[in-house]
């Protein structure tokens, strides 16, 4: 993956609700994640359960509240 410049929250909203990116709210625990989480988003244990399928160009966006 290559790393890119932070993106607008405009430009970030756009892309999750077109499905362009693989939003990831970045929290150790399930619990913090299920208290913070945004629509579409999945947990970072996902990801690592994931993150050798993931096609190679996937964005990914990580956030935390």
């Known amino acids: 993956m290559i790393p890119r410049e932070r993106d607008s929250v405009e430009e970030v909203r756009r892309q999750r609700f077109r499905g362009g990116i693989?939003?990831?709210?970045?929290?150790?625990?399930?619990?913090?994640?299920?208290?913070?989480?945004?629509?579409?988003?999945?947990?970072?244990?996902?990801?690592?359960?994931?993150?050798?399928?993931?096609?190679q160009d996937q964005h990914v966006v990580f956030y935390s509240a």
Do not use: G, H, Q
């Open 22 to 55: 693989l939003l990831v709210c970045a929290y150790e625990s399930d619990e913090e994640f299920y208290n913070n989480c945004l629509d579409k988003a999945i947990p970072l244990s996902d990801l690592r359960a994931r993150e050798y399928t993931l096609p």
